[in-house]
């Protein structure tokens, strides 16, 4: 599939994509101790950006309602990220211990843990070529 031509996007996509165990990081997007809010700003924060290119969570925050268009407001993700960070699926970079346009890391390490919807009446996988 080939990228889209345009205006070059505030924070790029990736040029190589984050290295991430895909088991993880599907029961991550699947841990029912997460809202489907915070699922998706840890499915925006996975998917990586170019070193020096990270947004901090507060510019994500501040992006201005034209800006985000149909996206969650400033207190909506800030529930999300605050969420997140208390399962332990965002802890903070180092780098910016005074807090101050915080950066967060993604640690899918959480998701070891995660609390998946059983199967409680043992439905099978759906046979091939029904």
């Known amino acids: 599939m080939a990228a889209t031509t345009g205006p ?3 924070w790029p996509l990736p040029t190589d994509p ?3 165990d895909p088991i993880l990081f599907a029961q991550a997007m699947r841990d029912m101790r997460l809202t489907w809010r ?8 996975a998917t990586g950006y170019d070193d020096g290119q990270e947004p901090t969570i507060s ?6 309602r034209r800006d985000r268009s ?6 909506a993700f800030t529930k999300a990220v605050k969420e997140l960070r208390h399962v332990g699926y965002l802890v903070p970079d180092a780098s910016t211990s005074t807090g101050v346009g915080e ?3 993604v640690d899918l390490a959480p ?4 609390h998946l919807v059983l199967d409680r009446w043992g439905h099978s996988a759906p046979e091939e070529g029904r």
């Open 38 to 45: 915070a699922r998706g700003v840890l499915a925006e924060l």
């Open 111 to 114: 998701a070891k843990d995660a």
């Open 70 to 75: 149909a996206a969650e407001g400033r207190e």
């Open 8 to 10: 070059t996007p505030r």
């Open 59 to 64: 510019a994500l925050a501040g992006l201005a």
């Open 103 to 105: 950066r967060l890391l």
């Open 18 to 20: 984050p290295v991430h």
